[in-house]
């Protein structure tokens, strides 16, 4: 496949129907999330990598960095139509040289089944960070005197 027209693009405005359907064929992790959680996390996530075939979303990736000491890139995905063609590594390769990772300290990935292909980037196993906090949203938000209230008691 010639993939010398795809273009890698760093931006906070993804359109979020091509991501959903993206998703849907290529991240079973993430084929059911609403297109407002998705803005949300896009919103909170910087860099934010997508990848271009024309005006058609093939590729997308984001990070959380505190741009010193860690870093997480999450929902790496490439339209199944163009894997194997390298554009998952540059994908990934264009989240770790943003200037909000590139010195980043250590940098984690959650994966499930592509262990391979990320050891192939320099990822390697960590088994010394291994603990994950299962955390319900709460339905409703606080009120704001309960948020309040919340705060002055823990003051004292």
């Known amino acids: 496949m010639d993939c010398r027209q795809i273009r890698f693009a760093a931006q906070r405005r993804v359109d979020l ?7 849907q064929v290529a991240a079973f992790w993430a084929a059911d999330r609403s297109a407002e959680d998705m803005a949300l996390a896009i919103a909170n996530s910087d860099p934010v990598i997508t990848a271009w ?29 163009y894997q194997g063609a390298g554009l998952g590594r540059k994908l990934v390769q264009t989240v770790l040289s943003h200037p909000k990772m590139s010195r980043v300290e250590r940098i984690y990935l959650m994966t499930t089944h ?8 320099g990822f390697e196993c960590n088994t010394s960070t291994t603990m994950v906090l299962q955390n319900q949203p709460i339905a409703t938000p606080r009120s704001q005197s309960t948020a309040t209230q919340i705060s002055s008691s823990l003051a004292k």
């Open 17 to 23: 129907i091509q991501l959903q359907a993206l998703f």
């Open 53 to 81: 075939d024309d005006d058609y979303l093939i590729g997308f990736a984001r990070a959380t960095s505190d741009g010193v000491y860690r870093a997480t890139i999450w929902d790496v995905v490439i339209h199944p139509e």
């Open 114 to 121: 592509q262990q391979s292909f990320y050891k192939r980037i």
